[in-house]
């Protein structure tokens, strides 16, 4: 640690505890495994191994803008393969709203590696539809449009990511821009595929047939509303549900840590339902 090669690409990521049940926490967004570390700190402390990691193409993982499929199953294979290289026992996969969706997407690819699910701040919704495409992808096809690799590399999201993990820039450098445009187009193209299911990236039948042990943490923003929450675990099969004494706000979104004083609560919530199904 903290580095490790997954599928041609290097993985940051940490494991706080040493002992127990692994489970792995994901954050939202694009954002870097920090978001999930004090959280993942107090499950840790309740006798698990909680891994969190940046994914490629966010944080301190390499930038690697190609390979097979979409973003998000490149993204849940190197998370299986992440956890596979720990332990090869089934896990537990857990996260907030785009952490949420990767857990569901490694459910969907990898099930026989997923002891039980762990879902808060379920996305979903017109809002979060009309929203989330042009954040994840559209802005930076723009970027590639009017300023070639410099112009993508010149954004905020990029310059982040490369003060992190400077070698990345070269290799983005080296792109044909019509080569990025065309896999950010149809990573685009995927991503869109789902946006309009009652939960985000994942057919209702899908969840429907789900047999896993499942906790549902209801969101409450717009991007995350909570009848998100309170669908999936509708949909999802003897699904749990863990409601916060929350209200729903008229906010475009809440960032997670925002929701620092309930990790103590959610620790206890999420350490009491692993151990009941490890």
């Not at 004090?38 to 940046?54: S, Y």
């Not at 490149?74 to 996969?93: G, I, K, M, N, P």
């Not at 905020?156 to 070698?167: G, K």
């Not at 997670?256 to 999420?270: C, G, I, K, S, T």
Request: glycine share 8%; hydrophobic share 40%.
């Amino acid at each position: 640690m903290p580095y490790l090669k997954i599928h041609s690409a290097q993985i940051y990521h940490e494991i706080y505890g040493d002992q127990g049940p692994l489970l792995a926490l994901n954050s939202g967004g694009r954002h870097r495994y920090l978001e999930m570390a004090p959280l993942a700190k107090l499950i840790a402390a309740k006798g698990f191994r909680v891994l969190v990691h940046d994914r490629r193409n966010t944080g301190a993982s390499d930038i690697i803008i190609g390979g097979p499929g979409g973003e998000e199953d490149q993204w849940a294979d190197d998370l299986h393969a992440l956890v596979r290289h720990y332990t090869t026992e089934a896990s537990f996969y857990g996260g907030s709203s785009a952490g949420a969706r990767l857990s569901m997407t490694v459910k969907r690819r990898h099930p026989q590696a997923v002891q039980g699910l762990l879902l808060m701040r379920v996305t979903g919704g017109a809002f979060a539809a009309g929203r989330l495409p042009n954040i994840y992808y559209g802005q930076f096809i723009k970027a590639a449009q009017e300023g070639g690799m410099q112009g993508v590399c010149d954004t905020e999201a990029y310059r982040e990511r490369l003060a992190l993990n400077p070698a990345s820039k070269e290799r983005l450098m080296a792109m044909d821009p019509q080569e990025y445009i065309r896999v950010m187009s149809s990573w685009l193209d995927q991503f869109n595929s789902g946006k309009y299911y009652p939960v985000m990236g994942i057919p209702q039948a899908e969840l429907e047939a789900y047999q896993v042990p499942t906790m549902v943490v209801p969101g409450n923003d717009k991007t995350h509303s909570s009848v998100n929450g309170l669908t999936a675990a509708r949909l999802i099969p003897n699904a749990e549900l863990f409601c916060l004494p929350i209200e729903d706000q008229d906010l475009d979104l809440i960032p997670f840590p925002q929701w620092a004083e309930h990790y103590p609560v959610l620790a206890d919530q999420f350490a009491d339902f692993m151990h009941r199904h490890a």
